[in-house]
């Protein structure tokens, strides 16, 4: 009797190149992440500009695996749903986590950081359930965007990057540090909020080349 080859197997033979592509992006994501974890125990800032550089390398992966896919002819609910989960680690939850390890660890700076990833979560979901409708009728490409998309959050890494370059971590942020009530408040984190809301925006419409 044949034998069926292992159900992992299996979902791997479903994958398009594209999908490999974007698989890369999730891993520069969570690398980044883990690099701002290993920089909050060290204090090696090397491992911060590491994060930092993965913001790039990520966005460029996510720039290839819809250049590929569009070239292939090989669209799939897979490959948009996998680009979606890739995009929020790389271009929300490693954002977020290099911002805190940089010194955004106060309490108002921190409802600035979780807004942001729920800006994103919630762009990316409406972006998927509207991309249909966004399409053109011919080509079925979706014409523009609704909201700054995910992926310019990399501006915020660069920000904290230049931060980090210059020394200006902890509470020598740019913009210092204030007490707010209860909680510390760094002005900093104020990028993240207007990026969070450029992102959720529906009057905003961006061309999509």
Same mark, same amino acid.
């Given at each position: %009797?044949?034998?069926?080859?292992?159900?992992?197997?299996?979902?791997?033979?479903?994958?398009?190149?594209?999908?490999?592509?974007?698989?890369?992006?999730?891993?520069?994501?969570?690398?980044?992440?883990?690099?701002? &974890? %290993? #920089? &909050?125990?060290?204090?090696?800032?090397?491992?911060? %500009?590491?994060?930092?550089?993965?913001?790039?390398? @990520?966005?460029?992966?996510?720039?290839?695996?819809?250049?590929?896919?569009?070239?292939?002819?090989?669209?799939?609910?897979?490959?948009?749903?996998?680009?979606? =989960?890739?995009?929020?680690?790389?271009?929300?939850?490693?954002?977020?986590?290099?911002?805190?390890? @940089?010194?955004?660890?106060?309490?108002?700076?921190?409802?600035?950081?979780? #807004?942001?990833?729920?800006?994103?979560?919630?762009?990316?979901?409406? #972006?998927?359930?509207? @991309?249909?409708?966004?399409?053109?009728?011919?080509?079925?490409?979706?014409? #523009?965007?609704?909201?700054?998309?995910?992926?310019?959050?990399?501006?915020?890494?660069?920000?904290?990057?230049?931060?980090?370059?210059?020394?200006?971590?902890?509470?020598?942020?740019?913009?210092?540090?204030?007490?707010?009530?209860?909680?510390?408040?760094?002005?900093?984190?104020? &990028?993240?909020?207007?990026?969070?809301?450029? &992102?959720?925006?529906?009057?905003?419409?961006?061309?999509? =080349?």
């Amino acid at each position: %009797m044949e034998r069926s080859a292992p159900r992992h197997f299996s979902m791997v033979r479903d994958f398009h190149l594209a999908d490999f592509f974007t698989l890369g992006n999730a891993a520069c994501g969570v690398g980044a992440i883990l690099l701002a &974890m %290993m #920089y &909050m125990a060290s204090g090696d800032m090397a491992h911060f %500009m590491a994060a930092a550089a993965l913001a790039p390398a @990520a966005f460029i992966f996510d720039v290839l695996d819809g250049r590929i896919a569009r070239a292939r002819h090989q669209h799939s609910a897979l490959g948009r749903e996998l680009d979606s =989960l890739s995009d929020v680690i790389s271009f929300g939850m490693a954002p977020a986590a290099l911002g805190f390890a @940089a010194g955004l660890q106060g309490g108002w700076d921190a409802a600035a950081l979780v #807004y942001f990833v729920c800006c994103g979560v919630s762009r990316l979901a409406r #972006y998927n359930v509207t @991309a249909e409708q966004l399409a053109g009728d011919e080509s079925g490409k979706v014409k #523009y965007f609704e909201g700054t998309p995910i992926p310019t959050s990399v501006v915020l890494t660069g920000v904290l990057a230049a931060c980090a370059w210059q020394g200006a971590v902890g509470d020598r942020l740019w913009g210092g540090v204030l007490d707010l009530g209860p909680w510390n408040f760094h002005p900093l984190s104020l &990028m993240f909020v207007l990026s969070g809301s450029l &992102m959720i925006s529906k009057t905003l419409r961006i061309p999509k =080349l």
